[in-house]
């Protein structure tokens, strides 16, 4: 099972930008990638989710805004993140998970489920200001 190390996170004013990397300690490319937040008193949630084949799934609230990529080759898992306001500070973790876990056409309603990721990373955090 891969270890995963975010990094990338930081404080950044309203209507800035930054990009998170998630590195894996071994190969990924049987693996869904997802990035999650949590916000101090909130419920950790889905943020967005690529699988092994390229599908991507986002949450409402950041679609249009981030972007999630990955370079199985370099075994890394980047989020993009636009247009930041402070609803999005939050610490960001990466979670990995065996593409398996969601075939059959689950990778769309299951993969911004954290309770289906077995792998997290320690998390990086993001500040932003207005």
């Known amino acids: 099972e891969p270890r995963l190390e975010e990094t990338g996170g930081g404080s950044v004013q309203s209507g800035g930008s930054l990009r998170l990397s998630c590195a894996a300690s071994?190969?990924?490319?049987?693996?869904?990638m997802a990035w999650f937040r949590q916000a101090p008193g909130k419920e950790r949630e889905g943020v967005a989710s690529?699988?092994?084949?390229?599908?991507?799934k986002y949450a409402e609230s950041v679609k249009g805004r981030f972007a999630i990529s990955r370079d199985n080759a370099e075994r890394t898992v980047y989020l993009e993140m636009n247009t930041l306001t402070p609803d999005d500070t939050a610490m960001y973790y990466c979670?990995?998970?065996?593409?398996?876990?969601?075939?059959?056409?689950?990778?769309?309603?299951?993969?911004?489920?954290?309770?289906?990721?077995?792998?997290w990373g320690q998390g990086t955090q993001v500040i932003v200001s207005s």
């Open positions: 071994e190969h990924i490319y049987r693996y869904c």
């Open positions: 979670a990995a998970e065996r593409s398996g876990v969601f075939s059959g056409g689950y990778f769309d309603s299951l993969s911004l489920s954290p309770g289906l990721f077995g792998n």
């Open positions: 690529i699988d092994s084949d390229g599908s991507t």
